[in-house]
């Protein structure tokens, strides 16, 4: 990509000197490559997936447990002298003193719990409602010494507390709430609590769902939510919990009843904690006035503070998970003396591992490359700009200033102990055999405990930091647009910025649909770079990166898939030669006397077979998977999203309608037909992993594209020499991996660029669009902010949530069409948004075909490809393609 054409016709042409290959194989020390540990990719959650938001609360909650199996399992001492909140042990003693006088504890036994649970002939909330008084009496005893507590425990089990940004009916048993608060919300609560008067199997899974779930929709649901904690009771047992954005940990099942010092400990941590403490971050305040609003405080690395103040959410879909970056996007002003002022910027809100360089220092260090002076033009014109960053700092309680850490913060610097185990969340099921379910009472949970601990394996705890980054350029992601058009430009030049990125030797690592940006001027952003890296850096985590959906095929299968033997041939057989072989088959075998010597091997000279290989070079990220996925950007938009395309030349069609029904009645077949192949070929594309390598490595997919919609036959055209080249491009590195580098995919970055800069300046993709996409996934919502099924919601732009507009249904999803005609069945509100998109054009026709005959043989090609690689037609509607936005 030398010299570089920019994609803009103004202005001087750049060019650059040429550029120095960077290897990417690691540096060869004696016989070996030096170490390297590449990073976990990515898997996608079902909890960012379309259908997470569709299901009942019991199926989220089952989903929600199948992507967080494990947490770390510690003993209950461990966990309040680690992640409690601090409590002197004479405070503890002092109150359970004073609480055995008052006559609540009685023989070592919570007077009020005069037998177990398991024995009680009350309702659950009767059986542990006691346990609002033991802690009204902990936090007076624990007052006398001067203390205020900031929340109080209540039990509540059938009212549901108030969600502001998630939708939630579920209700927990009880939990810690702030006293002074406006009703009962979810971002009020510091603790959840889960009771259960038995601890069967079933009683054990149902707290551990619920938890979890509590956990999960309490950080989802406010911003300023740091850490959580819970506890779930089943009979006598009783577990702690604790959740920060880098991990999940558990403690081991007590007996509350008959150890109340526990009890009673972790009750004065929690009711005497400060904010900070309880999980707030008092870094973001709300406005009193608006609570929605909220004035947030970056420090940067100098010490100074600014404050900006929210105006929307720009995106928070990442929040939808419970371990993670946990990443939201804000549009803030600036805010001084109580007053806004200056121009609109974006502040990202994020936790990363604690060892990574900050984005705003790789901003920097990108900007300083060595590239001539026209070429920094370029970058800033297609990253982003940094206002100001740095890592959140937080207050102890002796004042000391410190940045906020899931490690060093929340649990106060420690180490897991040495005999810290795996907690499998996904019990194993029970034994198959009948048991008195009153002899499981006494021990039964602690046994079951046992069994669900995983073997002894070494656990790895890796720190995460919260970090703040303001940019000047308010932006939205490009899986956001609806315009063809403007997202092939978009995408175009985001190529051109990636293979800067390349010539300066750093890989992205994480390109996605949600990543690329579109600035107000309508350039490419290349954002989210947390996860970009030099390419000579060797440095280890072993933290997932990536997106799933766009994840280059040898990244996900962590190995080299295209390398090929410097002489594929050297391995065929010699020519045969029948009468050689008759000979041989009739000859005599030689006495043993007449063998010669076997050769003698000098295994200490190291000149076995084994040693005389070449040592295997480890599998690293490189230049050419960043392309890949960005061909899985450009692919991902006319396959998995529904085409609306304005077709006013043909605004006559309908005065003859009632011509030619059979001619009629075929267009609509083989129209059936296209959609059922390019929903199989969504599928096959993101969510069959085996099924995409084969279509990225095969030699001919022309007929693959035809399922597309017969307006974007040029696009489809264009794909296909892309994955052509880009499978050249990789076999042509591969040959020689140690010569990887980063010009290795200048060449293929450079043809996406052209080619995409082609369809712009051609205009076949003007006037065609797709259906909103939400940036929190692909689903339809109601007016009330509630999922329902694809093709059937009731709602428009102006009365969604936020005032966010309608959520598009994925084109896998099935039900999407009415039978009778051409056209998606969309609601007013969908209709009223496109329409709303193309006012500039004469007219909207929404998925119009023009005349099959008139565009290519389509039912020659369909039976080529009919089934789409085993998906057969009957099962097309049950395959889900909707994106995973980065």
């Not at 001084?336 to 920097?364: C, F, Q």
């Not at 990789?730 to 970055?749: F, P, V």
Request: glycine content about 6%; hydrophobic content about 35%.
């Amino acid at each position: 990509m030398r010299p570089i054409t920019p994609p803009s016709a103004g202005g001087s042409q750049p060019t650059s000197s040429p550029a120095i290959p960077r290897p990417v194989t690691p540096p060869l020390i004696g016989d070996h490559y030096a170490r390297v540990v590449p990073d976990t990719p990515s898997v996608a959650k079902k909890a960012h997936e379309p259908e997470f938001f569709l299901e009942n609360l019991e199926k989220q909650r089952l989903s929600l447990l199948e992507d967080n199996e494990k947490a770390v399992l510690v003993s209950p001492e461990y966990f309040l002298n680690t992640h409690a909140p601090r409590v002197n042990d004479q405070d503890v003693s002092m109150v359970v003193s004073k609480l055995v006088a008052a006559g609540l504890i009685v023989n070592g036994r919570w007077r009020d719990f005069p037998q177990d649970p398991a024995k009680s002939s009350e309702t659950e909330a009767r059986t542990f409602m006691p346990l609002v008084d033991i802690a009204k009496a902990v936090a007076d005893f624990g007052a006398a010494s001067g203390k205020t507590s900031l929340v109080q425990f209540e039990s509540n089990p059938n009212s549901t507390p108030r969600s502001i940004d998630r939708n939630d009916l579920s209700r927990p048993d009880g939990y810690f709430i702030l006293r002074v608060r406006n009703g009962t919300r979810w971002r009020d609560i510091a603790v959840t609590a889960e009771f259960k008067l038995r601890a069967g199997y079933g009683e054990i899974l149902d707290n551990i769902k619920k938890m979890l779930w509590s956990i999960f929709h309490c950080n989802r649901e406010d911003a300023r939510k740091r850490l959580s904690f819970g506890f779930t009771i089943e009979n006598t047992g009783m577990r702690y919990w604790f959740y920060s954005h880098g991990d999940l940990y558990v403690t081991e099942s007590f007996d509350f009843i008959t150890r109340p010092e526990l009890l009673v400990h972790f009750f004065l941590a929690i009711m005497f904690a400060s904010e900070e403490e309880l999980g707030w971050d008092i870094t973001m305040k709300r406005l009193k006035a608006n609570p929605d609003v909220m004035d947030i405080t970056v420090r940067s690395a100098d010490g100074a503070e600014s404050v900006f103040r929210t105006v929307k959410i720009l995106s928070d879909f990442r929040a939808d998970a419970l371990l993670g970056r946990g990443t939201r996007v804000w549009e803030v002003v600036r805010v001084m003396n109580g007053k806004t002022y200056g121009k609109h910027l974006a502040l990202k809100d994020v936790w990363i591992e604690a060892d990574r360089p900050r984005e705003g220092d790789i901003l920097s260090t990108l900007r300083m490359s060595d590239q001539p002076g026209e070429l920094q033009n370029v970058f800033n014109k297609f990253f982003l700009t940094v206002a100001c960053h740095g890592d959140v700092f937080v207050q102890d309680r002796g004042g000391r200033l410190q940045p906020d850490d899931t490690r060093a913060v929340m649990m106060r610097g420690h180490d897991l102990p040495e005999d810290a185990q795996v907690f499998n969340l996904l019990l194993p099921p029970p034994p198959n055999k009948r048991s008195d379910p009153s002899k499981t009472v006494t021990g039964y949970h602690r046994g079951l405990g046992i069994t669900r601990v995983v073997p002894k394996t070494p656990i790895r705890v890796h720190p995460k930091r919260h970090y703040r980054i303001v940019f000047n350029e308010v932006c939205k992601a490009v899986h956001d647009e609806t315009s063809l058009e403007v997202i092939f430009n978009v995408l175009g030049q985001a190529c051109y910025a990636l293979n800067l990125m390349h010539l300066a030797g750093w890989i992205h690592r994480d390109i996605s649909t949600g990543n690329i940006l579109i600035d107000a001027n309508g350039n490419a952003r290349l954002a989210d770079l947390e996860y970009a890296k030099r390419l000579e850096d060797n440095s280890i985590h072993v933290v997932r990166t990536g997106t799933a959906d766009f994840m280059s095929i040898e990244v996900d299968h962590q190995r080299y898939l295209f390398s090929l033997e410097e002489d594929p041939t050297r391995h065929l057989p010699p020519k045969a030669d029948p009468e050689a072989d008759y000979k041989l088959l009739i000859s005599t075998p030689p006495d043993d006397n007449a063998l010669p010597e076997p050769p003698t091997q000098n295994r200490s000279s190291g000149e076995s077979l084994a040693k005389q290989k070449s040592p295997p070079i480890p599998f690293r990220h490189n230049t050419l998977h960043d392309v890949e996925s960005m061909f899985w950007c450009l692919t991902i938009f006319p396959v998995d999203r529904e085409v609306v395309c304005n077709d006013s030349d043909n605004d006559n069609d309908n005065d003859n309608d009632n011509d030619n029904d059979e001619e009629k009645q075929k267009e609509k077949e083989n129209e059936e037909k296209r959609r059922a192949a390019q929903r199989a070929l969504a599928g096959m594309l993101f969510y069959d992993k085996l099924r995409r390598r084969q279509f990225l490595e095969e030699a001919d997919c022309t007929s693959y594209w035809v399922c597309l919609h017969p307006s974007l036959s040029a696009l489809g055209e264009t794909l296909e020499k892309i994955r052509l080249m880009l499978g050249a491009a990789y076999r042509a590195a591969e040959k020689n991996l140690s010569a990887i580098s980063n010009l290795s995919a200048e060449d293929t970055c450079s043809f996406i660029f052209r080619s995409l800069i082609t369809l712009r300046n051609t205009r076949v993709l003007k006037d065609i669009f797709i259906l909103p996409k939400d940036s929190t996934q692909g689903m339809m919502v109601n007016s009330n902010g509630k999922a329902t099924e694809a093709g059937h919601a009731d709602h428009s732009a102006s009365d969604t949530p936020n005032g966010k507009r309608p959520r598009e249904c994925s084109l896998a999803t099935p039900g999407r069409y009415d039978g009778d005609s051409k056209k998606p069945k969309l609601s007013p509100g969908d209709i009223s948004w496109i329409q709303k998109l193309a006012s500039t054009t004469k007219s909207t026709r929404i998925g119009r075909l023009p005349t099959v005959s008139g565009k290519f043989k389509y039912e020659e090609d369909w039976q080529v490809r009919q089934d789409i690689r085993g998906y057969p037609p009957s099962a097309v509607g049950t395959l889900h393609a909707g994106s995973n936005p980065g």
